[in-house]
């Protein structure tokens, strides 16, 4: 299958490689099928892109690339909805917020992406945690 994009091309799919949001995500409950590929040339991004609506995608980032101490426990409604039963099978990513310039370039620590990669089940879920900023700057002066 194809999924021509407003920002990245067109990309190639298969069905087994959509990722599914039951409660679509938080601004777009709608929308339920993302794909998850790379930011071309870059292995720090990656684009979490709806396959129902080829304008809307996210840019993410795994938060262990920015932030090594980052931990967050996932409740049992999550682990259930999502059918997480191994560690192994789990993706974390954050949302990025860009900017033309470098340093107010930020990622949502606060409200990750949980995906069952085995599974191809996703989920936003908000941290009740205060030690987790909505705008963590990636890049410092």
Do not use: C, W
């Not at 980052?70 to 191994?86: A, G, P, Q, S």
């Not at 606060?110 to 989920?123: H, Q, S």
């Amino acid at each position: 299958m194809e999924l021509k994009t407003k920002y990245h091309g067109t990309i190639e799919y298969s069905e087994d490689e959509m990722i599914h949001f039951k409660k679509g995500m938080p601004g777009f409950l709608d929308l339920k099928k993302f794909l998850l590929f790379p930011v071309e040339e870059n292995d720090f991004f990656s684009v979490l892109h709806s396959v129902e609506d080829n304008s809307i995608g996210f840019i993410v980032v795994s938060p262990f690339n920015i932030k090594k101490d980052y931990k967050i426990e996932l409740n049992d409604t999550v682990l259930k909805d999502l059918n997480i039963k191994e560690q192994k099978d789990v993706l974390i990513f954050n949302t990025v917020t860009l900017s033309s310039e470098v340093t107010k370039i930020t990622s949502n620590l606060k409200a990750p992406i949980v995906i069952n990669i085995k599974d191809r089940l996703g989920e936003q879920i908000i941290l009740n945690d205060e030690k987790y900023e909505i705008k963590y700057p990636l890049f410092k002066e």
